[in-house]
C-alpha cells in the first residue's frame, strides 16, 4: 500500500506555470503513477500517466505541449510541470497510483485501474 500527498497547486494568471509533486509514503519502485482533475461540474479527467523508471508516458491530447510528467525515484516523487496554463486547466488535481511498472495502456485514464489516490490539490488559473 502507498499514501500519496500531492503539492503545488494555487493560484496562477493564464501564461504562468506551476509544478505539482506527488509524494508518496514509500518506494514507487513498481508503481505507475498517473495525474487526474476535475473542474466543478465535470467528470474526473486522467491527463497523464508514467510508468515505472519512466519508460512509457501517456500524456492527453489537451496538455500535450503544455505538461510535462516526470518522476524521482530517490526521493519517492512524481511530478507535474504545468506550463502555459489556460482558465480551462483550473481543476482539482490528484495523482493516482497503479500497482503496476506499467501505465494502463490506452486506459490510463480510466480511475478505476488505479489503486492509490492522494487527496488532491487546487489549481486555478484567472484570465
Known amino acids: 500500500q502507498v499514501q500519496l500527498v500531492e503539492s503545488g497547486g494555487g493560484l496562477v494568471q493564464a501564461g504562468g506555470s506551476l509544478r505539482l509533486s506527488c509524494a508518496a509514503s514509500?518506494?514507487?519502485?513498481?508503481?505507475?503513477i498517473g495525474w487526474f482533475r476535475q473542474a466543478p461540474g465535470k467528470e474526473r479527467e486522467g491527463i497523464s500517466c508514467?510508468?515505472?523508471?519512466?519508460?512509457?508516458?501517456w500524456m492527453t491530447d489537451s496538455v500535450k505541449g503544455r505538461f510535462t510528467i516526470s518522476r524521482d525515484d530517490d526521493k519517492n516523487t512524481v511530478y507535474l510541470q504545468m506550463n502555459s496554463l489556460r482558465p480551462e486547466d483550473t481543476a482539482f488535481y490528484y495523482c493516482?497510483?497503479?500497482?503496476?511498472?506499467?501505465?494502463?495502456?490506452?486506459?490510463?485514464?480510466?480511475?478505476?485501474?488505479?489503486?492509490?489516490w492522494g487527496q488532491g490539490t487546487q489549481v486555478t488559473v484567472s484570465s
Open positions: 493516482a497510483a497503479v500497482a503496476s511498472v506499467a501505465c494502463p495502456g490506452i486506459y490510463y485514464s480510466d480511475a478505476a485501474r488505479y489503486d492509490f
Open positions: 514509500n518506494s514507487l519502485e513498481y508503481y505507475s
Open positions: 508514467i510508468s515505472s523508471r519512466a519508460s512509457a508516458i
